[in-house]
Nanobody
Framework: QVQLVESGGGLVQAGGSLRLSCSAS????????MGWYRQAPGKQRELVAS??????PYYADSAKGRFTISRDNAKTVYLQMNNLKPEDTAVYYC?????????WGQGTQVTVSS
């Protein structure tokens, strides 16, 4: 079992920046994929960015050029979000996929005011 805890959300003006952090605990597999999803009101959850423990990042088109995903190790992942837009407003969820399954954090709210 893997537990994920996110932090770093908040309220920011358009054009501002936030850095999200996610820390995993429990049974950690050294090979895994960690990523960030978001869900806005009335919309489906969508992948924002992910990164394999081997270091290959993936970005959704909406995140390219503005967001950067990084990892310290098999347990911690970050999402640096710059030039935030009102349409980035959502609950952001941390996710880890490993050989045992897919695990989710409780989510952190990001609100971008115009």
């Amino acid at each position: 079992q893997v537990q994920l805890v996110e932090s770093g959300g908040g309220l920011v003006q358009a054009g501002g920046s936030l850095r999200l952090s996610c820390s995993a605990s429990g049974i950690i597999f050294s090979i895994n994929v960690m990523g960030w999803y978001r869900q806005a009101p009335g919309k489906q959850r969508e992948l924002v960015a992910s990164m394999h423990s081997g270091g290959s990042p993936y970005y959704a088109d909406s995140a390219k050029g503005r967001f950067t995903i990084s990892r310290d190790n098999a347990k911690t992942v970050y999402l640096q979000m710059n030039n935030l837009k009102p349409e980035d407003t959502a609950v952001y969820y941390c996710n880890q996929n490993n050989d045992r399954g897919s695990y989710w954090g409780q989510g952190t709210q990001v609100t971008v005011s115009s």
